[in-house]
């Protein structure tokens, strides 16, 4: 497996592993009917610097990396992950926040932050648990989820 920058190429990949989990509505904060611009201007907009995971030139996964704030709190990052369906349970993800760990420390960011982890979502949540991010926060049925009603929604960081 390689984890590339993404380039505009990759759109039509990029689309492919995000709309199934967007349609799903179950973990990010978007509407479910996004367009497919609207999915890869959330995704890929800027300041995210956006990665691919690959093998053999099959499309894995993506994450985007991006400071959380502006200025005072530009040196906590924040991404996103998405892992293509036929690809779960591979590591995929594992290797994509590794991946990201490191870029982010070589990048200068001193933390990473994830604004709203879904309550429900126990695979990222345990993934992010086992990679050092503690939960600071929780927002009391903060996410509408499309089968398990009002859950909450937790914010979890780690240092860098």
């Known amino acids: 497996m390689i984890i590339r920058p993404a380039t505009p190429a990759d759109d ?25 611009d609207a999915a890869l201007a959330y995704w890929s907009g800027a300041p995210h610097r956006v990665f691919l995971a690959e093998d053999g030139g099959a ?39 590794a991946d990201a760990l490191e870029r982010a420390r070589g990048a200068g960011f001193r933390a990473m932050q994830f604004n709203f982890v879904i309550a429900t979502n126990a695979r990222a949540i345990a993934l992010w648990q086992s990679h050092g991010f503690q939960t600071v926060g929780r927002l009391p049925g903060a996410f509408r989820h499309p089968t398990a009603g009002f859950v909450d929604a937790l914010v979890m960081v780690r240092a860098l």
């Not at 492919?16 to 349609?23: D, G, H, Q, S």
């Not at 179950?26 to 497919?36: F, G, L, N, P, Q």
């Not at 502006?70 to 036929?86: I, K, S």
């Open 12 to 36: 039509a990949a990029l689309w492919a592993m995000l709309e199934p989990v967007f349609r799903a509505g179950e973990t990010y904060a978007v509407a479910r009917d996004i367009s497919r």
């Open 59 to 97: 499309p894995l996964g993506s994450y985007f990396l991006t400071p959380n704030q502006q200025g005072g709190g530009d040196h906590v990052c924040n991404c996103g992950f998405v892992t293509a369906p036929e690809a779960t349970g591979r590591g995929v993800a594992r290797a994509m926040l």
